[in-house]
């Protein structure tokens, strides 16, 4: 291998992408998946390298004059020749500094812990939609009303409702047998009975063994919302163009989302970002909100793809912005196409896989045993008087009105003898 002169190389000394340490002798000893994609460069373009770090700690944004922060700022000053910090590749940059062979395909996303299991009084109803209960009970009425028209005056309405409700019970279907003529319309009932009883039992079954989750934000409109709602606090990272890209969209939500941000400044920095983000944070008003971190799915996965987290932490499949990540050079830099070679090769070999595994594993190790327990332990399943709270509320409802209707009878009775 050619014996390249000294190469600046900035990054950003981020927990688990790339750790930077002293050593006694002067020489900074270098950990994390970042880092390790930058030492097996080095080692085999046998070059010497000097690590810098930006003052502001950022990746780099543009700002009004034309000047730029962070590591992008250092590559267009021409302090630094490489830059390596999981970069992403945008328009804007690309005419400030140069891009490798992108090492990675990614996008911006949320993560969030998941909703606490919860018990609502009639949470049994809440299995079908409220659109399919309208559709049953409209399949109801218009069966009703079919049979009434077919049988005329031997049935009325009431008892055919009655009969016909009796049928989703696994109770039998009596009516006057001059229904057994219209046999289309008699097995159609029956069968459409059948599949939604059985389909509501299922489900019903699934409910009593699994208490029912609350729901979980999946999308940023619905994530606008829970923070319009003030019942979510939504971070981003302070030197990354997430917030001004939200600022600029086109989509309402997004840039509401972006306002908030901003307003309320709702920033980490970047080692935050890689010390699990996902710790409460406090609340001046002491208020309970669930805190939401934008980031790439890159990151998110190296955190929360290892052990317990794995089912406890959302992340979201829908990203706002996507696009590549990549080493970048100063503008005129010698040996773009060496390294890119390098590049290419540690990627499909599966290497920098290889790193991002190892990190995770390591990162989920260094927990203690108190805190891997905290995220495993599994919350009290058993069912309580609370999860039959609306079954009771109905049992005592229809046996108070059926002793009034008793009581009623009884009255009557009287007052016609």
Not at 40 to 63: A, S
Not at 214 to 241: M, P
Request: charged content about 25%; some cysteine.
């Amino acid at each position: 291998m050619r014996n390249f002169q000294k190469w600046i190389v900035a990054t950003l000394n981020t927990s688990k992408i790339f750790e930077i340490y002293s050593n006694p002798d002067g020489k900074p000893r270098f950990y994390g998946v970042e880092a390790e994609l930058l030492k097996t460069i080095m080692t085999k373009l046998n070059v010497n390298y000097e690590i810098v770090t930006p003052k502001d700690e950022q990746y780099g944004i543009e700002l009004n004059d034309g000047n730029w922060t962070g590591i992008i700022g250092m590559l267009h000053r021409g302090e630094a020749d490489i830059g390596i910090a999981n970069l992403g590749v945008w328009d804007d940059r690309f005419r400030t500094v140069d891009f490798s062979f992108p090492y990675s395909t990614d996008g911006l996303h949320f993560c969030m812990f998941k909703s606490a299991y919860r018990s609502e009084l009639f949470g049994f109803y809440r299995l079908f939609d409220f659109c399919t209960w309208m559709l049953i009970l409209g399949s109801l009425f218009i069966t009703a009303t079919v049979i009434l028209i077919i049988l005329k005056v031997q049935e009325t309405f009431s008892s055919i409702m009655l009969y016909l409700f009796g049928s989703f019970l696994s109770q039998t279907l009596i009516l006057h047998r001059q229904i057994h003529d219209w046999k289309i319309i008699f097995l159609s009932w029956l069968v459409f009975a059948f599949i939604m009883s059985a389909a509501y039992s299922g489900a019903l079954l699934s409910f009593l063994t699994l208490p029912s989750e609350g729901k979980t934000i999946e999308t940023f409109r619905e994530l606008a919302e829970g923070v319009a709602k003030d019942s979510h606090r939504v971070y981003a990272l302070r030197g990354a163009r997430h917030v001004s890209y939200f600022k600029s969209s086109s989509e309402e939500h997004l840039r509401f989302l972006g306002n908030m941000i901003d307003k309320n400044d709702w920033y980490f920095t970047s080692d935050d970002m890689t010390q699990n983000p996902l710790k409460k944070k406090d609340s001046p008003d002491n208020k309970t909100r669930v805190d939401v971190v934008l980031g790439s799915r890159y990151i998110f996965k190296l955190l929360y793809d290892v052990g317990g987290f794995k089912y406890k932490v959302f992340i979201s499949e829908e990203r706002s912005m996507s696009g590549s990540i990549a080493i970048a050079f100063r503008k005129g830099f010698c040996c773009y196409s060496e390294v890119n070679t390098m590049l290419t090769r540690i990627v499909e070999s599966g290497l920098y896989e290889k790193y991002l595994k190892v990190e995770s594993l390591k990162y989920w190790f260094a927990l203690s045993s108190e805190e891997r327990k905290e995220i495993e332990i599994e919350e009290d399943r058993s069912l309580s008087v609370h999860d039959f709270a609306g079954a009771f509320v109905l049992l005592s409802a229809g046996l108070l009105i059926s002793f009034l209707v008793f009581l009623i009878e009884i009255v009557t009775s009287h007052i016609k003898l």
